[in-house]
């Protein structure tokens, strides 16, 4: 790998003029053309170039000046993306070759993924001819990009702050979906790719691209088939120790499978070979959007755990003991302290309707009195802790103890982190019978805002920390378990 990739694909990510081709100027804030989409996507990105639309007889859409054809622009164009039908896209992309544009987006869907031979020999005409002429593709039937730095957004409600995550992904759906889960964990992203059906440029590429880009510190994706497998897995067998790769990979189910082919006209794998190829080459395999989006946060925001010795704080009675069983179905360890650790927290916490054995249930009037720091001095030395699961209801908090309680609970835990020294993984439940939710809601962005990862079940914070703690084992050189 070189600059040569970021050199080519510069122009995808920050292009200086684009234009929409099959933009609309009827007006309809509530049901927009996709093509007015991207349009409103770049002016909520404060898109730094020109934009213009293509409309065989608008004079304006959305207050710019639109042109009939793309070889009327009189200026030269980076980008241009398609939101015409399947039948006029040849046209289209003769006027892209004559202009010299540097890449199309085709949103146009109806290509290979139809089944039907006239519209497969269709994609293979579109495609030879943009080969042939020195045009870059992007899919067809995809979303594109969102590059908050670059100016672009295919969804005009996309946030437009950058930051250090960057995602491909062969369905636009997803895509969409994730930048709006990841949002909501307050994560933001360089780059954002939707590819579709990868005639062109794909999913390797755009791993290639990411790994090199200084701006993506984390990757993620979401796959359904990989046209060139073999060679994608041992280029991310090399980035994976530089950058952590999260992959949610659709299609391994026998129904998945045909599901895929009829969505992008890619042949997905067995879940089986799927699974051990992640695991050799330390790419982090994860099984729904929900983990794919705290698996990122996670990795975003904490370190990672050098085992998978887990201490949990916040069970009591029957929940200690379920607890212990999803830890430990999920791959991890539920120690004991040692004899010295137990000890000293007996002389520390009040024996009350307590337990110092993990998982520890110190009650709730404990962090108030002014020994949390030592509690967690004490586990951090301990020899069987490599992470702390921390659960909070921080509903029943403000119900027994007021707003002053809440912010009492989040000043204690937002310090923990500098004493604890190692990674803490919050778990701050919806929904937990007591109501409050806007307490909640403030809770979980206060510890994004301080770099605490939150979760919102048990078993997903036990899953990821389990994942975090195989990429850490898999850096170290060791086997992954």
């Keep these: 790998m070189s600059d040569t990739i970021l050199q080519e ?3 995808l990510f920050y292009p200086k003029n684009i234009a929409v081709v099959g933009a609309s100027p009827k007006y309809d804030p509530q049901m927009m053309s996709q093509g007015n989409n991207y349009i409103k996507g770049s002016i909520e990105q404060n898109f730094p170039g020109k934009i213009f639309p293509v409309h065989p007889k608008a004079e304006s859409i ?5 042109y009939a054809r793309v070889r009327d622009i009189p200026d030269p164009v980076d980008l241009v993306i398609f939101t015409v039908p399947a039948e006029a896209a040849m046209e289209v992309m003769e006027d892209c070759v004559q202009k010299k544009v ?5 949103y146009t869907a109806g290509f290979a993924e139809s089944g039907r031979a006239e519209y497969i020999e269709l994609e293979k005409k579109l495609v030879r ?3 042939e002429n020195g045009v870059r593709i992007v899919g067809p039937n995809c979303m594109g990009i969102y590059s908050p730095e670059g100016g672009l957004a295919f969804q005009p409600i996309f946030p437009t702050a950058s930051g250090p995550l960057g995602f491909f992904s062969q369905s636009g759906q997803m895509a969409g979906m994730f930048v709006m889960k990841s949002a909501g964990l307050g994560l933001t992203f360089s780059k954002v790719i939707s590819f579709g059906n990868a005639r062109d440029l794909k999913a390797i590429d755009f791993l290639n691209y990411l790994s090199d880009d200084d701006k993506t510190k984390i990757m993620g994706s979401y796959i359904e088939g990989l046209q060139e497998g073999h060679t994608f897995m041992e280029m991310a067998g090399k980035i994976t120790r530089k950058k952590p790769l999260v992959i949610y990979k659709g299609g391994l189910t026998e129904g998945g499978t045909r599901a895929v082919m009829s969505h992008t006209a890619s042949i997905a794998g067995s879940a089986q070979l799927w699974q051990a190829m992640c695991k050799q080459y330390g790419i982090i395999s994860v099984a729904s959007l929900d983990e794919l989006a705290y698996t990122l946060s996670a990795l975003q925001r904490i370190a990672l755990p050098k085992g998978k010795n887990v201490v949990i704080l916040g069970g009591a009675g029957g929940g200690s003991v379920t607890m ?3 830890a430990e179905s999920e791959g991890l360890k539920v120690p004991h302290l040692s004899e010295k650790t137990i000890k000293r927290l007996q002389e520390i916490v009040p024996p009350q309707g307590t337990s110092v054995k993990n998982p520890l ?3 709730r009037r404990f962090f108030a009195g002014g020994n949390f720091q030592e509690f967690l001095e004490l586990i951090r030395e301990d020899p069987n802790t490599d992470a702390l699961i921390f659960t909070q209801p921080i509903a029943m908090f403000q119900r027994f103890s007021g707003r002053e309680g809440i912010n009492m609970l989040k000043e204690m835990t937002i310090a923990a982190q500098k004493v604890f020294q190692k990674p803490i993984f919050l778990v701050i439940e919806r929904d ?3 109501g409050g939710q806007n307490f909640v809601q403030e809770a979980i962005e206060g510890y994004h805002a301080a770099n605490l990862a939150t979760f919102p079940d048990f078993r997903l914070a036990t899953r990821v ?3 975090m703690a195989d990429y850490q084992a898999f850096l170290e050189g060791g086997v992954r378990a």
Excluded at 102 to 106: E, I, P, T, W
């Design 432 to 434: 937990d019978g007591f």
């Design 465 to 467: 920390l389990n994942y």
């Design 361 to 363: 249930d110190v009650g």
């Design 62 to 66: 959305l207050g710019f000046k639109a």
């Design 9 to 11: 694909l510069h122009p």
């Design 129 to 131: 001819m943009a080969q």
């Design 102 to 106: 540097k890449f199309v987006h085709l």
């Design 324 to 326: 212990t069983d999803i």
